[in-house]
């Protein structure tokens, strides 16, 4: 399917806001900001005053693939996509152009690790969790998220309408997300869960039958099934035991995160974010809630 042609099914299916869910960690805690942001002046926070990894760049982290919706082309640097057009923003905000942002690879099970970052923010669906906080710093959150159940259109549970109706099925999710925490907390399967190295083993895991379904977050759930397994459909959302929101990762004690979360505040005040939102995320409208 095009890239047009995908944008075109999530234009029609939306109308009902912005729903979605998000990558985390599998330790349970909740959702609030990592960070105490320290005040900070404009003048403190502009590319001749911030000490990135290197001067008068912004070098940003993300993962390799980098899926729609919130990248697009599998390509960070074209400002498609979600986090792509946040990161910008971001960007922007601290006055950096285009040309003078970077973009480097990191994984997503690496990101929250202790220790030296190579980059100056990591944007990948991190949620922010107390744990992970105590090795990174987190700006504030640019995005809450909601998990979805993705069942084969011919499934047994595809028609469910509660948790209680999938706490019996195959279920599986990728390691070290929120998604795995979710399943474990709110749908307490009578199996444990299976767990997946990467979201290509968890749409791969589907589309083979070797589960009968996963839990993803929504955003994700809609390209899953526009996209990658066409016969697969969303069986619904729900709310991780926390919440569950996204923060932009930095080093810890990161001498740049009371500007980088300066810059995420006022794009959501000013309602840029939300406007991001709208234009790349704005699908929610077939994934019932599941209680």
Not at 141 to 151: G, H, I, L, S, W
Not at 179 to 200: E, G, K, R, Y
Not at 229 to 246: C, L, M, R, S, W
Not at 262 to 274: F, R
């Amino acid at each position: 399917m095009s890239l047009s042609r995908f944008l075109t099914i999530l234009c029609l299916i939306a109308t009902l806001g912005l729903v979605a869910a998000g990558c985390g960690d599998d330790d349970d805690d909740s959702s609030e900001s990592s960070e105490e942001t320290t005040e900070v002046s404009a003048e403190d926070c502009t590319p001749d005053q911030l000490e990135t990894v290197e001067p008068g760049t912004l070098t940003i982290a993300t993962d390799d693939p980098a899926f729609p919706p919130y990248f697009e082309d599998n390509d960070p640097t074209n400002g498609e996509g979600f986090e792509s057009a946040v990161a910008y923003a971001v960007a922007e905000e601290l006055g950096y152009t285009e040309d003078q942002v970077e973009w480097v690879v990191e994984p997503f099970n690496r990101s929250y690790a202790p220790g030296p970052k190579d980059y100056d923010f990591d944007i990948n669906q991190i949620s922010i969790t107390p744990k992970r906080a105590e090795a990174v710093d987190f700006s504030s959150p640019y995005y809450e998220a909601k998990q979805a159940v993705v069942a084969l259109k011919d499934s047994e549970i595809a028609d469910a309408t509660s948790i209680a109706d999938i706490a019996d099925a195959e279920i599986g999710a990728q390691i070290g997300t929120t998604s795995l925490d979710a399943i474990d907390a709110v749908i307490q399967p009578s199996s444990d869960p299976q767990v997946f190295d990467t979201s290509n083993d968890v749409v791969s895991a589907l589309k083979n039958e070797q589960v009968e379904a996963v839990v993803v977050d929504v955003p994700t759930a809609f390209y899953l099934t526009a996209v990658q397994v066409t016969d697969a459909k969303i069986v619904g959302q729900f709310a991780g035991p926390e919440g569950d929101e996204f923060g932009l990762l930095l080093e810890k004690d990161s001498s740049l995160t009371p500007c980088v979360s300066q810059a995420v505040d006022t794009l959501a005040e000013s309602g840029e974010l939300a406007e991001i939102e709208e234009e790349w995320l704005s699908a929610a409208a077939d994934a019932p809630i599941l209680e």
